[in-house]
């Protein structure tokens, strides 16, 4: 099998912190291998003996697992089964042995042609609450018979964990709900959901959510005096989630003015009830959540997180039930990252056709045929279909840009409230302004890994009427040797246009110079580069 899956390592880090976890380099795994040692994260962060909990999970799966061989010392959240062939894990132990964990960690990918990325998370361990890496919040149960009321304001008087302020739990989606069911042993917990200010009109009642509705009764004649029970039937809203048990809500409990409160677990089933706020015999405690909104924009310290990225090298395949034998496959036009020729298949390029690809896979014994002289392999050709645009608005770990120089040598991304001249991402608020308006500086933008470049998108200077008319344009693998595109090519006329500009055939390539030779005013503009998906 020859379907390579190229990943890349990138550390995502609170610069300020420094590295926190050091990522692993590149790597290139075929399709349906197993248990390739994926080392390479370290956590860097605490002392060596501090308790920790780390969150590994994988995007865009498709099949992928992780695999942990070793974990002396490490323990398992609640509900996470398994060590082995898991999409995600929560754990925690010393740092120490995490960092054995992480060193024998192994990833099996699936069949599928696909990105893939591992995310490593860490935070002070609390043994009091566990990690949902979904949502990436917090829950704590606490144990009681209790009121609605005094569950609700018990959430709200919780320490503050992780800079956050705890409220009580809401169920807002299937996901988040079977998170709960797989991670809080107890039933009939206190959930924050109620109608009490509008009988039948269901609403989350504390958290980020608050006073958003969620369901509604479709029984006619509700109001708030209602206290006697009614039908379940009702209408969960668009875009919102509810998970009432057969037969609820149902505002039974007529001796206390009816049920205005929920409890999930209901009877230890995954769904919910309504009960009554004062009826703390009927449940064993409630559930306090902290959403953490991290990593980015966290007001604590201690969570960080590490990306494993993804594969560009998507290979047109053919299906393994053509008869290959004699078939004429001109009419497979631009297949831009390959065109994969099966186990045991010959395909035949006929008399006067061509094949239009940037590579061939011959999987297994798989063969190509040219007829004759006018049977041809050609690059595939630019489009900008199926292409992402890369023009990141950061540069730092990994770095995406780099320039010859700068006007006023401004730093990136600086903004000074008047002028920044390295601000070179599309739609950014200047552009990249070269140190002087003549010839030979330039401008590169970087993919972290070597992908499929079909060309680049450029744009003039936001804020002032410069924009570069004529450009060279260049293409490496290594930063070192350079493919020239293009000689003069033209670009802009305006300051504002996003101008594609595609490149003759299809580049393989990981770095894009592009050095101005023409210009409107001065050398300046913004820029980003046409990648296959
Ligand atoms: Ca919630
Ligand atoms: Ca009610
Ligand atoms: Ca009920």
Redesign the pocket.
Known sequence: MKCLFIFSFFLMTVTSFGQMITAPAPLTIEANVSNTNAAGFVVNWANNSDNLLVSISLDYVNGATLSFPTTTGLTRNYGYLSWTNVSSIVFYGTRDNINNALAAMTISMGATKTAVRINVEVSQYDASYVYNPTNKHFYKFISGSITYTNAKAGASAQASFKGKTPYLATITSQSENDFINNNISNNNIWVAMS??AN??RWVYDAGPEANTNFWNTSVSGITNSTYTAYASTGITVSGQYANWCSGE?N?SDGSRN???CVVAKSGGATCWN?LADGNSGSVSGYLVEISADYPSGSDYTGVYASYVVHNNDMAFSLSSTNSLNSTTISNIGNAFGGLQINDGHTVTINTATSINTNKLIMSGTGKIVFSDATSKWKPGTSSATNTITHSPSTNDTPLYWSASDVWNNDAFAYWSGTYGHYTPWLNSIQSWSAAAASQGHSLTLIYPVPVYITGIVTQGRQNMAQWVTQVNVEVSLDNNNWTTIFTNANLNTDQTTLVNTLFPTVQYAKYVRVTPTNWYGHPSMRLGLLIKQ
């Open positions: 109608d009490a009988e039948g809500p505002n009816g049920e205005d309504d």
